[in-house]
């Protein structure tokens, strides 16, 4: 029988995070899950799912015990407070079942270590939401660079702006430190960071930022920052993201609150995409003799439309996800990929508070 139309029992552990409810979207689209378990700290946040369909909810409780001793699940999707995250996905590990987490998956980057050492020790496979990897754009542009369609890289420029702090609830955990870690970049400039990485296929090795608290709300976490990088082979890059819109409306499922714009440069062409949503045309020039009859070309795409967390996409991405804990594939991305992304995040904010340029380490 295809290990693809296996069906498995899934757990959500988590319901106080702008996604929780996505995710259980997601997983009652995915044929391959036929039950979910959820888990939640506080009775009171079992509220957020009034207006959930109780499809393939198995139960809905306060005791994780209960979860992790059930040997029918399969896998965990972990989508808790920063602070909280490390040691419920170490403990999930230690239960003998497999993970994919919320970024950025702990408050630093040694928690992060400490999380992906456990996945290796046990055997067991940890993957991270970092799902814009799956958007077509992202797939298309990726090919492109793999193929040498732009040459050497000289450059990259990336964007991620969003609505202000002001529509997303200032009192959330998001904006205090203790419980987050970090603001902006930790928490959404991560994807860009993971983007660069997967698009390129390099490594950023160092890194000189500046962050800093503008919106004049009582937050002790950065809503804006700019990080130049250089990438492993010399190429450069920008990136600059924010909680900056003041007139895009409200907070975390707004899809036309962003401003977005990802753009590589090489030698021989150059690619670039911008959107308000998710990005839907990517726009490649190449001087690359593959290219000559065509070499300004401009891709499409119609997407399809879905409940779950990051559409269609984002279900595909979880569906590789599982066929990776059955030996198939890959983790699509993995605990490995977080640690890196929290090293620059981290390296970040060394650099912009001593001033001074952050060798980070790729091992």
């Not at 995710?23 to 039950?35: A, F, I, N, R």
């Not at 430190?177 to 160092?206: A, N």
């Amino acid at each position: 029988k295809e290990h693809s139309m296996k069906k498995v029992k899934a757990a959500l552990l988590g319901l106080d995070n702008p996604h929780s409810v996505a995710h259980l979207k997601t997983l009652q689209q995915l044929p391959e899950v036929d039950s979910v378990l959820i888990w939640s700290e506080r009775e009171e946040l079992q509220a957020s799912l009034e207006e959930a369909s109780r499809e393939k909810i198995e139960s809905v409780g306060t005791n994780l015990t209960s979860v992790l001793t059930d040997d029918d699940v399969h896998f965990v999707i972990t989508c808790l407070r920063n602070d909280q995250s490390a040691d419920v996905c170490i403990r999930v590990l230690e239960a003998g079942k497999h993970v994919i987490a919320e970024k950025p998956i702990g408050l630093t980057a040694a928690e992060v270590q400490r999380v992906v050492q456990t996945a290796e020790a046990l055997g067991l496979k940890l993957g991270v939401f970092y799902g814009r990897r799956y958007i077509p754009v992202v797939c298309q542009a990726k090919k492109i660079v793999e193929q040498g369609i732009l040459g050497t890289l000289i450059s990259a420029e990336l964007r991620m702006l969003t609505t202000q702090v002001r529509f997303r609830d200032p009192d959330y955990w998001l904006f205090k430190k203790p419980h987050s870690g970090g603001g902006m970049l930790s928490w959404l400039g991560c994807h860009y960071v993971d983007i660069i990485r997967y698009v390129s296929g390099e490594e950023i090795v160092s890194v000189s930022a500046e962050v800093a608290t503008r919106n004049g709300e009582d937050i002790d976490v950065e809503d804006v920052a700019v990080l130049s990088f250089r990438l492993a082979s010399g190429a450069v890059g920008v990136l600059h993201v924010g909680y900056v819109m003041a007139l895009s409306g409200g907070g975390y499922h707004n899809i036309g609150g962003y401003d977005t714009y990802v753009g590589l440069n090489g030698q021989g062409g150059r690619l670039h995409w911008s959107s308000d949503g998710t990005p839907s045309r990517l726009q490649v020039e190449s001087d690359h003799p593959d290219w000559s009859a065509a070499p300004k070309r401009q891709f499409d795409y119609t997407l399809s439309s879905s409940l779950s967390y990051g559409g269609v996409h984002g279900e595909i991405f979880v569906q590789d996800f599982l066929r990776a804990t059955w030996g198939e594939r890959e983790v699509p991305a993995s605990g490995k990929d977080a640690l890196q992304v929290a090293r620059v995040v981290e390296a970040a904010y060394e650099s912009s508070e001593s001033g001074q340029r952050v060798q980070i380490p790729t091992e």
